[in-house]
């Protein structure tokens, strides 16, 4: 078992920054691979950002060259900083975890909203 909880949402205007963080209550040394899923209001959840336990990554094509997902073992985190954000990028950002089963696990969500 594995929990996550997501910080650094909020509100920002077109073109500007966030970071998110999200934190595992256990080593994420073994986990498979880790990622940032996004679900907007009418719309299914979809992948934004993974990265595997051997450092390979993969976006979704809107997001590519804007964010970029990291992890680190060592504080059992993921992160992902998102930059040039656009209104689109508005939705609740969850954080996921993949055990070497590719058991799932998810965090609670947190919003983010880019509004002028």
């Known amino acids: 078992q594995v929990q996550l909880v997501e910080s650094g949402g909020g509100l920002v205007q077109p073109g500007g920054s966030l970071r998110l963080s999200c934190v595992a209550s256990?080593?994420?040394?073994?986990?498979?691979?880790m990622g940032w899923y996004r679900q907007a209001p009418g719309k299914q959840r979809e992948l934004v950002a993974r990265?595997?336990?051997?450092?390979?990554?993969n976006y979704v094509d809107s997001v590519k060259g804007r964010f970029t997902i990291s992890r680190d073992n060592a504080k059992n985190t993921v992160a992902l900083q998102m930059n040039s954000l656009k209104p689109e990028d508005t939705a609740v950002y969850y954080c996921?975890?993949?055990?070497?089963?590719?058991?799932?696990?998810w965090g609670m969500g947190t919003q983010v909203t880019v509004s002028s």
């Open positions: 996921n975890a993949e055990n070497i089963y590719a058991k799932p696990y």
């Open positions: 256990r080593s994420i040394f073994n986990l498979r691979a």
């Open positions: 990265i595997t336990d051997g450092g390979s990554t």
